[in-house]
């Protein structure tokens, strides 16, 4: 274990933040008072906007994935400070840099090993598989002839997704042989293929305790996530049909056993389809041990009162997540809308939404002028983000669908 001596024989408890948003998608200072602990954070220099005024220091990396890179900072923190007694990372893709800090300083939170089955898509489908759970049928394929003896068994179209990665980043439908003359095997090897669903895709955000669902939503997309990368606007609405409720209620807690026994944090992607006798039923996608993204941390806080992201600040201290409230009577949903030309870029125009009837209660929009980042927070840094509430989920979906049709945002070369 590394050790490092502290200069200060009175010091704070020194607590180290990896981070990357510029928006507050967590309230660091409102999760551990940055008075009584040394905070510090690593992030970039579009996520140093977002650090806590009251960060005990703040070192920039180009990437916080980069673990040779953030580890380095962290030592240079640790010969300031001293000594990490806890390593936090919120963002998906900084899970496992954190957890092998934490490996390597003896702290508390999950590990590199408890993390693998979130992060690696093979090993995450396997294990739901083993678990006699429904997934759609996959395999490792390596090369182009994989995927099509998959096919001779499954038929097109497919899926082809990086075994590692987020926000749909390298995924590809593939409809036949011809599809796949443009990837490129020996850059990641191996990718997962997968048997397309066309079932609506859900989203199921909440804290796993005790094998059990300890609070939990579940939204339907609006449109894909995949489309997004491809130009469409992504939107999400709450579920009210106790119908579907009682099938995702049923179905996520046994997805999440067979990948962990540990209290999670969680973002649960599900088909839900529909049986012969009209009973909706749940198939598994994918899931993180991480908060949702997009606009999911920000409805959470102001329509149910509860803040996922300090309970994943929690589990990564080594501490028990605050108790699931009763959720709010309030349907809440959001929408982004992509970058209107290849990051970065410089805003134009852009028109706001909020006020509008029917439209978002909040948005967040850069004005003309400003430079969205080509920044690796590829949710955060779109052309528009906007969240909804209403009484029902047929309300908040029309607002959706009248913000994105009536939504501009215009933007030249930065």
């Keep these: 274990m590394p050790t490092a001596r502290n200069e200060d024989a009175g010091a704070r408890r020194h607590v180290v ?3 990357r948003w510029r928006d507050a998608y967590a309230h660091y200072d409102d999760y551990l008072d940055h008075a009584t602990h040394a905070v510090s954070y690593v992030t970039t220099e579009v996520g140093s906007a977002g650090v806590p005024a009251a960060a005990a220091d703040v070192v920039l990396v180009a990437a916080t994935d980069d673990l040779v890179e953030v580890r380095e900072a962290v030592w240079e923190l640790t010969r300031r400070h001293g000594a990490p007694q806890a390593v936090v990372a919120l963002k998906e893709d900084d899970l496992l840099i954190a957890a092998q800090l934490r490996a390597e300083w003896g702290l508390a939170g ?5 993390l693998l089955p979130f992060r690696d898509k093979l090993e995450m489908c396997r294990r739901v598989r083993d678990a006699g759970l429904p997934v759609p049928a996959f395999a490792a394929v390596s090369a182009a002839a994989d995927v099509e003896r998959f096919a001779a068994r499954h038929g097109w179209p497919l899926v082809l997704k990086p075994v590692r990665g987020s926000s749909s980043a390298g995924v590809r439908i ?22 397309r669903r066309t ?24 449109n894909t996530c995949l489309g997004f990368r491809d130009g469409s606007y992504l939107g999400s609405v709450e579920e009210t049909d106790p119908a579907v409720l009682a099938a995702v209620e049923a179905a996520a807690p046994r997805f999440l056993a067979a990948l962990t026994a540990a209290p999670t944090v969680f973002h649960l992607e599900v088909f839900v389809g529909t049986g012969p006798d009209g009973t909706p039923h749940c198939s598994f996608l994918e899931v993180g041990a991480r908060v949702g993204g997009a606009e999911i941390p920000f409805v959470w806080r102001d329509l149910h009162g509860y803040d996922l992201m300090e309970a994943a600040f929690a589990l990564q201290l080594g501490e028990q997540p605050a108790k699931g409230r009763p959720a709010s009577g309030a349907v809440g949903g959001w929408l982004l809308v992509p970058a ?18 029917p ?41 959706i669908r009248a913000t994105a049709r009536d939504f501009r945002v215009r933007a030249a070369p930065a």
């Design 110 to 114: 999950a590990t590199p090993q408890d």
């Design 199 to 222: 079932d609506p895709i859900y989203h199921v955000d909440g804290l796993f305790r005790d094998g059990r669902l300890d609070v939990w939503r579940a939204s339907r997309y609006v």
């Design 174 to 195: 593939v409809h036949g042989p011809a599809d796949l003359a443009g990837v490129r095997w020996g850059d990641e090897a191996p990718l997962l293929v997968q048997v």
């Design 17 to 19: 933040v990896i981070h």
């Design 340 to 357: 209107p030309a290849e990051r970065p870029c410089r805003i134009t125009a852009v028109t706001p939404m909020t006020g509008r009837v």
């Design 359 to 399: 439209g978002p209660y909040a948005e967040s929009l850069l004005t003309a002028g400003e430079v969205l980042p080509a920044a690796d927070a590829y949710y955060e840094h779109v052309g528009g983000r906007f969240r909804f509430r209403g009484a029902t989920g047929a309300e908040v979906e029309a607002a």
